[in-house]
Structures are given as structure tokens and as C-alpha cells.
């Protein structure tokens, strides 16, 4: 078959159109197309009709071609559709081997006639019918967190966003709620959060999401959350030991932090919104990772400063300095196998960093940060590895690690060159001309150790 004729015949299928809908209506989408279809007479001849006779049977996405109908006599019957060029009373239309088969009486051919529905067609397929032609490509991209699907619909398709919506909704049996973006996050919002609109659905933002192996639950409309990180988070928590101390500056609801927790890591998790710790302290206990995660609520400067200082006297205290884990024995076994015993370290080996707006001003909190500890930082290793997270205006072939390192450099009052940078990842583009980067680098002594007393 020509390209044009398998066209034409993919159009045959296509819904009908009507661009003046506003409001979804199901039952507009009916079609009925006159086929024929091959009755095969013993159905156990149906593998066999349907690879020989190949060529002359219908292939359209989503509809069975081979149909069950009951007799007058509560036989059952089993069609085979064909295609439209197939008449049921011209064997001149039918291959060879169709033919043939009538012939041998194998099949017989017989009108058919089939009726679509709303529930044939995809969303794309829907959409496509609906809105005008030349609002350009159908706007089908949207994150999911949990049941709740989240539009960012650009300004010209908002007249449609109840239709896009509600047929959205339809097609995708595992959402049911779905919003839209109002506003851009903006450099406004502290809690990188966002005005949005329930379109279709139930009222109800209460997600519950899977991502490496943990579970998150959250208000979407309450916290960060974005399904787009799940790498990014995983490229950052494998880099953690067992044993080790990691500190999340900006943990929102925990996708760095549970998950490093739950591989033993000991994690000092904060957010300043108030939403988010709550969240961040239910996935705590849905993870069961307490022994190893330890939640605040505080700004991230004051908490760069106050962890530091917090491990180092937990670590000291023989009554919280360790974590025991039962090891499992033999049922009955005398006496029970002895736990696993993990210390905590004195310093973190780790601090993250992610929000990308601002974070790098947090920066200067490391200044001296370390003073007074020299005695227990022996070597340049034991300091942190910082994971900040920045914007760079795209394209990417720009300089952006010499920006990058020259606004570091300034928070840090400490110049770093691109040669300093442990990683610099260009995590993804989040704009036609906005970059997010992941920067990775070991705190200097010099910062660390730095008097800010006489400054
Ligand atoms: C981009 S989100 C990242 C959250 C989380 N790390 C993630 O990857 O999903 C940034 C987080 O920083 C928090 N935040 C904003 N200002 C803060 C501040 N001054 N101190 C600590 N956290 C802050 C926000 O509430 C938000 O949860």
C-alpha cells in the first residue's frame, strides 16, 4: 500500500472533528465505517488466516482486530477485520491466498460494520479533533507526582485547559487530579513553590510518590517537589558511604536525604518551610530511617553553622555517638549474634545544596565555620565536599564554570578557579536560556579556618 493510501486509510480512523467544543462531550465521538470482515468457520484456523492472509487484514492502533460474536444459536463466531479496500463481494480486491482460503472454505467474507467510540481514541488523537489547527503542536507534556498531574500550559492554549485537562484525565487511568501552573516560580517564592489551579479531577494535592526505592509523601501544593530530579538525586546520594555524615541545607521533603539514610549514611536534613519539615519528618518514619536522619527547620546559614558544630559534640557523646543494628541470627540462636555497630563521624564528608535561585549565597556561612577545630580536621580530605546548585544562562557552549567559580569565589571571599571544581554537572535546561548546573567542590581550609572576628 502507497504512503497516501495507508494515510488516507489512518484517517478513515481518525474521530470527527468538532473545533467548536469547549466542554468535553464523550458522546460527539462516534464513527461508524463499513469494513468487511472474514469469518473463519473453525476457529482454530485463526493463527494460520491471520499470518497468510496478512496483507488483507486491518491494522489501525488500539482496535482488536479479531472479534467474538455470538450466533443466533449462542455460537460463538470469531471475525477477522479487513481492510477497507477488502469488499466482501469482490475477490478481485482480496490477495491471493484470501482467495484461496474462501475458496477452501476456511473463510467466508461478510460485512462488517464498526463502530468507534471516545474510548477508541487516544488523547492526542482527541485533542487533535478539538482545538484549532493552528495552535500548534498538542500541548501533552506534564509531570506526574503520584495521582496529581501537573500542566504548564503556555498562555495561548489556556482557553482549552478544562478540555485538555478532562481528556487527559480520561486517557490516563493512574491520574486523577490534574493543575496547572498559574505563575512561574519566580525569584519570589522562598519556598520554591507555585500558585496552581485544580482543572480536572478531585481536589486533593496529598501525593505519595516512589523514587529510588523510598516512599514520599507530601502536599504537592505546599512543597518543592519535582519528578524530573530522580537522577540528579541518585547521582548525588550514591556518592555517599556507609558510616559517612552528610548535611541537606535545602532537603525539602527528602529525596536526597531518606534515600541516603536508608544506605546508612547519617544525615542532618533541614528546610526552612515549615510544610516541607513536617513532610521531611513523616518520610522519615514511613522510611524508618530515624536512627540515621535527623530533621530541623531552620534557615540554611544558621544551619550550616549549627550542624557542624551539633555532630561534632554528638559524636563526642557515648550515649548517641553510634548506631546499633540488630544482626539477624538463626531462630532460637544463644547467645543472639552481636549488632552492627556504625559510629558517627565528627565532620560530614558531604553538604548539599540544592536551590539553584540562591544557594550559592548561602556560601559564606562556611567562612570560618570551621574555626576552633583545627585540632580535629587533620587533613584538607576531612573537610566537606560542597554540592551546590545554580542557574547559568544557557546556551551551555558559554562560559559557564568561569561565571560559576567567579560568583563562588565572591560568597566564599575565596578566588576558585574551574581547575578547583571537583564536577560541574549541567544538570538539565529548565529554560530556552536558563542552565541548571550541579558544582562540586572540597571547602577550602582557608575558608574553613578563616577569622572573621576582625572582619
Ligand atoms: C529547589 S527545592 C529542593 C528541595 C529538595 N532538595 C529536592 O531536591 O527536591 C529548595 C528547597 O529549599 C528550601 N528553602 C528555601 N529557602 C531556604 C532557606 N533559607 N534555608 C533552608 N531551606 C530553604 C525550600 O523550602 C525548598 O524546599
Redesign the pocket.
Known amino acids: 500500500m502507497s504512503n497516501s493510501s495507508s494515510g488516507e486509510m489512518s484517517r478513515l480512523f481518525l474521530p470527527p472533528i468538532n473545533r467548536a467544543m469547549r466542554k468535553l462531550d464523550p458522546s460527539f465521538f462516534q464513527k461508524t465505517i463499513p469494513l468487511t470482515a472474514a469469518h473463519v468457520l473453525d476457529g482454530r484456523n485463526i493463527p494460520k488466516v491471520t499470518k497468510e492472509c496478512a496483507k488483507d487484514l486491518l491494522r489501525v492502533p488500539r482496535l482488536r482486530s479479531v472479534i467474538t460474536q455470538k450466533d443466533d444459536a449462542g455460537e460463538e463466531r470469531r471475525l477477522l477485520l479487513m481492510k477497507p479496500e477488502v469488499k466482501h463481494d469482490d475477490l478481485s480486491t482480496v490477495q491471493p491466498k484470501t482467495r484461496e482460503f474462501v475458496e477452501q472454505k476456511i473463510i467466508e467474507l461478510e460485512p462488517y460494520t464498526l463502530h468507534m467510540k471516545y474510548e477508541n481514541w487516544n488523547y492526542e488523537e482527541i485533542m487533535s479533533a478539538i482545538l484549532p489547527e493552528d495552535l500548534g503542536e498538542i500541548p501533552c507534556g506534564f509531570t506526574q507526582a503520584g495521582h496529581l498531574a501537573h500542566l504548564n500550559l503556555r498562555e495561548h492554549t489556556l482557553p482549552y485547559k478544562h478540555l485538555i485537562a478532562t481528556v487527559l484525565l480520561d486517557k490516563n487511568p493512574n491520574i486523577s487530579t490534574v493543575v496547572n501552573k498559574i505563575e512561574d516560580v519566580g525569584t519570589g517564592s522562598?519556598?520554591?513553590t507555585f500558585p496552581m489551579e485544580l482543572l480536572a479531577g478531585e481536589d486533593n494535592t496529598n501525593v505519595e510518590v516512589r523514587e529510588s526505592g523510598c516512599v514520599f509523601r507530601f502536599d504537592f501544593a505546599k512543597?518543592?517537589?519535582?519528578s524530573r530530579?530522580g537522577n540528579e538525586?541518585e547521582r548525588i546520594f550514591k556518592q555517599f558511604k556507609p558510616g559517612e555524615a552528610v548535611a541537606?541545607?535545602?532537603?525539602?521533603v527528602g529525596?536526597?536525604a531518606i534515600p541516603a539514610a536508608k544506605q546508612r549514611v547519617f544525615v542532618y536534613a533541614?528546610?526552612?518551610?515549615p510544610e516541607?519539615y513536617k513532610s521531611l519528618v513523616d518520610n522519615i518514619k514511613i522510611n524508618k530511617v530515624s536512627q540515621f536522619l535527623t530533621p530541623h527547620n531552620l534557615?540554611?546559614a544558621n544551619?550550616i553553622r549549627e550542624s557542624i558544630r551539633a555532630l561534632l559534640s554528638r559524636s563526642r557523646n557515648t550515649s548517641t555517638n553510634k548506631v546499633s543494628i540488630p544482626t539477624p541470627g538463626r531462630r532460637g540462636q544463644k547467645p543472639p549474634p552481636p549488632p552492627t555497630v556504625i559510629p558517627m563521624p565528627p565532620t560530614f564528608s558531604h553538604f548539599v545544596m540544592?536551590?539553584?535561585a540562591s544557594a550559592t549565597t548561602f556560601l559564606g556561612a562556611f567562612r570560618g565555620a570551621y574555626r576552633g577545630l583545627e585540632d580535629v580536621i587533620t587533613g584538607q580530605e576531612m573537610l566537606p565536599m560542597i554540592h551546590v546548585y545554580t542557574f547559568h544562562k544557557a546556551p551551555v557552549t558559554e562560559n559557564a564554570a568561569g561565571d560559576i567559580c567567579a560568583d563562588i569565589s565572591r560568597h566564599l571571599g575565596h578566588e576558585m578557579r574551574e581547575g578547583d571544581l571537583v564536577n560541574l554537572e549541567n544538570v538539565r535546561l529548565v529554560a530556552p536560556s536558563k542552565t541548571y548546573y550541579c558544582v562540586s567542590f572540597r571547602l577550602p581550609a582557608s575558608v574553613a579556618f578563616e577569622d572573621t572576628q576582625g572582619t
Open positions: 522562598v519556598y520554591r512543597v518543592y517537589w519535582n530530579l538525586h541537606d541545607v535545602m532537603a525539602g529525596p536526597f533541614n528546610d526552612l518551610n516541607s534557615d540554611g544551619f540544592n536551590l539553584p
